[in-house]
């Protein structure tokens, strides 16, 4: 059975730093994709950032870009989300997501497009 494990979520103050980790019990972990989605209360659940299997090519939505990035480590099958200058509409359910690879460089912030999903950690930013 496919799991993917969130943590390293909290609260925090605006302006801190935290880093978010997915742990993924994929076979074949570099088979994947990796992305990072989050809700917010009270609204549609939103794109964050995604990753190719290499780790070497990412996509960002607008609102984290330059503030957060995505990164991962094959050997450990987990994927990390590390979030700077944290803002308090940061705050939501952060949840990762796998999406089987369909070419060599695929990433994709479609959430119709993952497979697999956790079950989210909780980001509190105070301001």
């Known amino acids: 059975q496919v799991q993917l494990v969130e943590s390293g979520g909290g609260l925090v103050q605006a302006g801190d730093s935290l880093r978010l980790s997915c742990a993924a019990s994929l076979r074949t972990f570099t088979s994947y994709a990796m992305g990072w989605f989050r809700r917010a209360p009270g609204k549609e659940r939103e794109f964050v950032a995604a990753?190719?299997?290499?780790?070497?090519?990412?996509i960002y939505a607008d609102s984290v870009k330059g503030r957060f990035t995505i990164s991962r480590d094959n050997a450990k099958n987990t994927v990390y989300l590390q979030m700077n200058s944290v803002k308090p509409e940061d705050t939501a359910a952060y949840y990762c997501?796998?999406?089987?690879?369909?070419?060599?460089?695929?990433?994709?912030?479609?959430?119709?497009?993952?497979?697999?999903w956790g079950q989210g950690t909780q980001v509190t930013v105070s301001s």
């Open positions: 997501a796998a999406a089987r690879s369909r070419n060599f460089n695929y990433y994709t912030a479609s959430p119709n497009e993952y497979d697999y």
């Open positions: 990753t190719t299997w290499t780790g070497i090519t990412s």
